[in-house]
């Protein structure tokens, strides 16, 4: 192998490497889904982002520099990555889990009940509550947690995913296939 083949990447990163149409879509994208217009933009970062400007990053029509990338990307208020990198297709992956709403209720209800409830278990209690509320399932006696809930709920709670994936096993809230 000579060394210019040597430096360039294999054919099978090729697919997973951004490019300039990824990132000018991103950044328009971002700005669409915050109801923004280009001039909106310029005016609300007073004037650092200009208008003109962002549309021909948007259109893939101007190089983007780094310092301007970290510029729009303090604007919209998300990391640098976001904007840079492709974002990994978690669809498929990641744990799911399905929890029992009438042990929850009942722990919670239940004053007599042998289980402390503790600050974790309590942000179990109030992050499937939210869910319910979000997805108005009030008659459920289970619901089923996507793995960006369970993601989200273990940053919320500060612990890692293996830890809350055993909380809610000890307190015989995961439903689990036997």
Request: net charge positive.
């Amino acid at each position: 192998m000579d060394k210019k083949s040597a430096m360039l990447p294999r054919q099978s990163n090729l697919c997973h490497m951004t490019t300039i149409e990824l990132v000018s879509s991103r950044l328009r994208a971002i700005r669409l889904s915050r109801g923004l217009t280009l001039h909106e933009i310029e005016v609300a970062s007073k004037r650092r982002i200009r208008a003109v400007v962002l549309g021909s990053y948007e259109r893939g029509d101007r190089a983007l520099s780094v310092r301007m990338a970290i510029v729009i990307a303090q604007f919209y208020e998300v990391p640098l990555s976001y904007l840079l990198e492709e974002p990994e297709n978690r669809a498929g992956k990641g744990v799911t889990a399905t929890l029992d709403l009438r042990r929850i209720r009942t722990i919670f209800a239940d004053s007599t009940m042998p289980v402390k409830i503790t600050a974790s278990l309590r942000s179990v209690f109030n992050f499937t509550a939210e869910i319910v509320k979000l997805r108005n399932d009030w008659n459920g006696e289970l619901i089923s947690l996507r793995s960006s809930d369970i993601d989200l709920l273990a940053a919320a709670i500060g612990v890692p995913l293996d830890e809350l994936i055993e909380i809610l096993r000890s307190h015989k809230l995961l439903l689990e296939a036997k």
